[in-house]
Structure formats: C-alpha cells, structure tokens
C-alpha cells in the first residue's frame, strides 16, 4: 500500500506540472484541438515501442481485453479534448481541484462496473477529499469560479471511464504475471496507440505549423510518465483509491501556480494572497485527513 501512495503522490506532481505546460502551450502557440492532435502524435510515437517491446501474444486472445481498451481510450479521448478546452477558461490551479471531484464518479464506476466495495470509511474519506477541493478553490470575492465548470464536466466523466477501462485492462495483464510497472507501461501504450489510431482520419486537418510541435514535446513525455504513474498506482491500490491519493495534485498545482506567479509568469497564474495561502492550507490538511482515511478503511 505504501509503495502504491508514493506512486501516486509521485504522479500527482507530474500531472501538476502538465496542467502548467499544456497552459504554456494554449496561451501562447495554439488551440485545445491542436495541443490533442500534435501531442496525441507524439504519445502514439511513444506507445508503438512500448507495445512491441511489453505486449504478451496471449493477451491478444482474450476477448475481454477489447472493450476495455475501447473504454480506456474512447474515455481518454473524451476527456482530454474537454479538458483542453476548460484549461483556455480556468487557471491551472483551480482545474487541478476541482478536477479531483473525478474520484466521486470513479467511486460510483468502480461499484457499478468493477464491483470494488466502498464502506462507510471510504464515502468518508472521499467527501472529505471533495470537500477539501472547494476549500481550497473557493474565493471570498469571486466565490466559486463557474467559468468552464460545464466543459470540465463532460472531462471528468470521460477520464473516469478511461480509468475504469484501465483498471480492467490492468487486471487482465497482471493475471499473466506482469509487474504493476510492466502492466501500466503496456496499459499507457494501449491507452495512446488506439488514441492516435482512432484521431488518424482528422489528424492531418488539425495539426499546428511546425513552430507549434517542439513546445507541445515536453507535454507529451511528461504526460506519458503522468498517465503510467497513474495506471500502476491503480493497479496497486485499486482505482478509487488511487485516485483518492492522487488528488493531491490539486494541492501540489496551487504551489507550483503560486511559485510561477511569483516568478512573474501572470499569463499562467495569479498572484495569491496571505488569506489564501491560509484557506488553502486548510484544504491540503483536509486532503491528508481524507488520504488517511481512506487508507485506514482499505
């Protein structure tokens, strides 16, 4: 379990800087649709090598593994273009938190279709790490930012998905005795390959010039180590909980949006205030309590 929550809390820093590098890239070179296609052509780059070198031949045979993959990565898909085009509307500190309302969905998904039990324990620590997330987001002179809420929406249903089709897929490949590393590289580059696949009748279309596919290339890996981290911390601790301790990175996004703010990137985050610092303080305390819980009632 231990080994699990420091993958997953290892991953929420990565996806906390992803969220500053695809904000980078959308106020500066291009449009959600770009940043999906060009960085989408890197990550299916990426994935053919991952599936030729981890891809077991057995696991081709097994008919569950398709619908799965169809999920995780029709959901990816889904979620990312929304996602991108919430971030054009809400800083990337705010989209962290209240993106982690995911877990809530992924805990509904995962009893529904997985049959992962949830106890009393564990509604506990999840409303406590919601909770924790409008502390953190609310503001005394705006309240609570609306703006995109509609959009992140349709992102948030659409990943969780992706992580219920990964967790299927994930606990396929281990019952062939892969590693949780080996089955969240391989799963990741199933995720990717069928994405790219599936985007390749429009991708000619919708591809920047060429100045806008060097600065989408640092998204791309740092987003591919992202999305590993994320299925092997899954496969570990089971997707609800998995995503419980990687909502953190709403947290870990408010400093890194309050450090770039101080060095005087605006164009990506605010300043912050005293007041705020405090409030959000509150909520990370929250998060840890609601981690714990979690953990205690697994």
């Known amino acids: 379990m231990l080994i699990g929550i420091l993958w997953g809390l290892a991953t929420a820093g990565i996806q906390a800087f992803c969220y500053l590098l695809a904000r980078h890239y959308l106020t500066r070179y291009g449009s959600p649709r770009q940043l999906l296609f060009v960085s989408q052509l890197f990550l299916g780059i990426f994935s053919l090598f991952g599936v030729g070198i981890l891809l077991p031949g057995e696991l081709l045979k097994q008919w569950q593994l398709y619908p799965a993959w169809l999920l995780c990565s029709g959901g ?29 969905v992924v805990a509904i998904f995962s009893a529904w279709i ?3 039990a949830l106890n009393p324990g564990r509604w506990l620590g999840i409303l406590l790490a919601v909770a924790a997330v409008f502390i953190i987001n609310y503001s005394r002179q705006s309240g609570f930012d609306c703006r995109g809420l509609g959009v992140l929406a349709v992102a948030i249903v659409g990943f969780a998905l992706s992580d219920i089709g990964a ?16 089955a969240g590289m391989l799963t990741v580059s199933l995720n990717f390959l069928l994405a790219a696949v599936l985007l390749l009748p429009a991708i ?14 640092p998204y791309a890996v740092c987003w591919y180590a992202g999305v590993m981290g994320t299925f092997v911390c899954m496969g570990i601790l089971g997707a609800t909980f998995g995503n419980v301790v990687q909502s953190s990175r709403g947290i870990i996004a408010l ?14 985050e605010s300043r912050a205030t005293r007041q705020v610092w405090i409030q959000r303080s509150v909520g990370a305390g929250l998060m840890c309590g609601a981690i714990a819980l979690f953990a205690l009632n697994s």
Do not use: C, N
């Not at 929304?82 to 990337?92: D, G, H, I, Y």
């Not at 897929?169 to 590693?179: I, V």
């Not at 000619?204 to 290339?217: D, I, M, S, V």
């Open 76 to 104: 990816y898909l889904v979620g990312q273009f929304t996602f991108f085009a919430a971030q054009r509307k809400v800083e990337s500190s705010r989209l962290a938190s209240l993106y982690s309302v995911k877990m809530i």
């Open 114 to 116: 997985i049959g992962e």
């Open 167 to 182: 967790k299927l897929l994930l606990d396929r490949e281990r019952a062939l005795g892969m590693s949780f590393v080996a």
């Open 204 to 217: 000619g279309k919708h591809l920047p010039p060429w100045h806008g596919f060097r600065p989408a290339l």
């Open 255 to 268: 400093l890194l949006g309050i450090l770039v703010a101080r060095l005087g990137y605006g164009h990506l």
